[in-house]
């Protein structure tokens, strides 16, 4: 029998495009210098004019409006744009693409999805996102381990990653295969643990293969009767908190997908790192959240998403009533000092597009510095890389972006990201 190549057409034509790369990010070692005619301070909100930035390897040397040019120092000029930190999606699903969730992670391979998933992450760190959670993979196993590990690695392009592997559910849970006949048994999206015991089980399993955080559905599925939003807990409290202890132990944090109560008030009380989607949080919810300082993720863009794609008219008026609610909901949220990171939940709708999720949480009512604070302060702290990124100072990665005009006055800017660097190595200019 004739042998096969070791690499399929396919395989080959794919590593030669993810691999591929400019003049400047093969040597990125020596010093380069960005300049602009603007430079976002992202902690004071000061837009220093114009801006530079001196980069040595992967890391900033110096910040300001002037910054020292080092003999043979590779000078970009950026012209009239405002340099800032990547950008930082605190929820992403790699391993997701449009389409119905339930037959892409039936009818497509684990392989075939971990490549789309590496392509996905290219797209994002295009769009200028040089930073993701990726809020488990949809039936993909630890499949993302390998994709961040190849991105660490130097081998793929795509932002830095922090993944949880499959995310845990209950048995007929919110990501369970519960519109297909029985008889099949098709496989839930999620790994199944059904009490405390078998939570610590799946934990343990997960961080074995390589997940840096916890991801758990904590509610679903939710409904909205008489304009009023429900949805029912999975796991208790005590359930809840043997999982967030354990994965202290190993010194990993949980995030849960909370959509309202009394879900959320379990997780605020166990301590979990983020209530993601945070749709209804009572009062008592928040306060915890606030002193304690568990970010609320909005994910305001899956819904708009949803609810413009929505398959029935009565769909549709759901979807939007869902949205209207949540739009609600947030000003209470923000008005009670609830902390907010931004995530946007892409995969449902297309990777590299989720910088609206920053234009929506400015038109529901934050301000685009503070949505810009709120995705770059809080989520350089969600994802553990305070102090490494979300903000241009010296000593921090090297982690840039330039886009047109002043993010501060016109957060739509955001979706016209025309240089990216990330480490220190240009990969869109």
Wanted: a negative charge; proline letters at 5%.
């Amino acid at each position: 029998m004739k042998k096969r190549p070791l690499f399929s057409a396919l395989t080959f034509v794919l590593v030669c495009i993810l691999t591929s790369r400019t003049q400047s990010q093969t040597e990125s070692a020596h010093s380069i210098v960005l300049h602009a005619s603007r430079l976002l301070d992202i902690e004071t909100g000061r837009v220093l004019k114009p801006g530079e930035v001196l980069v040595q390897g992967e890391r900033l040397a110096e910040v300001g409006t002037r910054v020292a040019h080092p003999p043979g120092a590779e000078i970009i000029d950026l012209g009239d744009s405002t340099l800032l930190p990547g950008l930082i999606d605190a929820h992403v699903h790699l391993f997701l693409h449009p389409g119905a969730e339930d037959l892409q992670t039936v009818e497509e391979s684990v392989p075939r999805r971990t490549i789309l998933a590496v392509l996905a992450a290219r797209a994002d760190l295009m769009a200028g996102f040089t930073a993701e959670r990726d809020m488990g993979t949809e039936g993909a196993g630890s499949a993302d381990t390998a994709v961040r590990n190849a991105i660490d690695q130097g081998l793929v392009p795509g932002p830095r990653l922090r993944i949880s592997g499959n995310a845990i559910d209950i048995l007929g849970g919110h990501e369970d295969a519960n519109h297909f006949n029985p008889a099949q048994h098709v496989l839930s999206n999620a790994t199944y643990a059904n009490n405390s015991a078998e939570l610590v089980t799946a934990i343990r399993e997960q961080l074995k293969e390589g997940a840096d955080f916890i991801k758990i559905y904590e509610t679903g599925p939710d409904t909205v009767r008489d304009g009023r939003f429900s949805t029912i807990y999975q796991y208790t409290e005590a359930e809840l908190s043997a999982a967030v202890q354990e994965a202290a132990r190993s010194g990993k944090r949980v995030a849960v997908h909370a959509t309202g109560e009394p879900g959320t008030l379990y997780a605020a009380r166990c301590g979990v790192v983020s209530i993601d989607h945070a749709n209804q949080l009572g009062e008592e919810t928040m306060r915890l959240m606030r002193e304690k300082g568990i970010f609320a993720v909005p994910t305001f863009t899956i819904f708009e998403y949803f609810s413009e794609h929505a398959d029935s008219p009565e769909q549709r008026a759901h979807d939007r009533q869902m949205m209207d609610l949540h739009a609600i909901e947030f000003r209470k949220q923000l008005a009670a000092g609830v902390p907010m990171a931004a995530g946007s939940d892409v995969g449902p709708f297309p990777h590299g597009t989720q910088a609206r999720e920053l234009e929506l949480m400015v038109k529901y009512g934050m301000t685009p510095l503070a949505a810009l604070q709120a995705d770059l302060l809080n989520g350089a702290k969600l994802l553990g890389w305070q102090g490494q990124i979300g903000e241009l100072k010296a000593g921090y990665f090297a982690d840039v972006i330039a886009v047109p005009g002043d993010p501060t006055q016109d957060i739509g800017v955001l979706e016209k990201v025309s240089f990216v660097m990330k480490g220190g190595v240009v990969y869109r200019r």
